[in-house]
């Protein structure tokens, strides 16, 4: 393995997990997740390309690694046992927030967990990852322009989402076609 390579494979890590967790929704899975893209980072690492976009390549292939996984986990049955448990007190059960911050982060959650997963994968990757349009293009093998126009109604769902402005809409076809709806009435109130 070679210095440079090493050294960028390192430097994503942190990054690299937040888009794990966003991808499982679970700290264990997502560390999970972290290794096996590492492992397959590692063993093909002669097919990266010196020069080339690291940051890029390095989530598309924890991308496909998430989707390889879901694939095998398939059909495998979810255990409940760990959240049934009556020895456990009631202070691990539930945990109150102390912060307002922390509430707005709950809130921030539970808005993305209402978007569909397109637009939660956008949103991830340029708000969390804080990667480039171009670089997100390369992730998810699309368009700069697609990318704009995801990330454009991610942001307005949300907003509409913490706001209470709009209805909860996981699609987007239905979003235009109610915002289009909403600018036809207007037009014709007005006259």
């Not at 937040?18 to 972290?34: C, F, K, P, Q, V």
């Not at 307002?100 to 809130?107: C, L, R, T």
Request: glycine share 4%; aromatic share 6%.
């Amino acid at each position: 393995m070679s210095k440079p390579f090493r050294g960028m494979l390192i430097d994503h890590l942190p990054r690299l997990r937040a888009y794990a967790m966003s991808l499982t929704r679970h700290a264990a899975d997502a560390d999970d997740l972290i290794q096996a893209a590492a492992e397959r980072m590692l063993k093909f690492e002669s097919h990266f390309e010196v020069g080339t976009n690291f940051s890029a390549w390095s989530y598309r292939v924890l991308k496909n690694s998430h989707i390889t996984n879901c694939r095998k986990n398939k059909h495998r049955p979810i255990s409940l046992s760990p959240f049934i448990d009556d020895a456990a007190p009631d202070a691990a059960l539930v945990s109150r927030a102390s912060q307002e911050d922390q509430i707005f982060v709950q809130e921030v959650l539970g808005g993305l967990d209402k978007l569909s997963p397109a637009l939660r994968e956008i949103l991830t990757l340029v708000c969390g990852a804080q990667l480039s349009y171009e670089e997100v293009a390369v992730v998810l093998s699309c368009s700069v322009g697609t990318v704009k126009s995801r990330l454009w109604r991610a942001r307005a769902q949300m907003k509409g989402l913490l706001i209470g402005d709009v209805s909860e809409q996981t699609d987007e076809s239905d979003s235009r076609d109610s915002a289009k709806n909403t600018w036809i009435g207007a037009d014709t109130v007005a006259s």
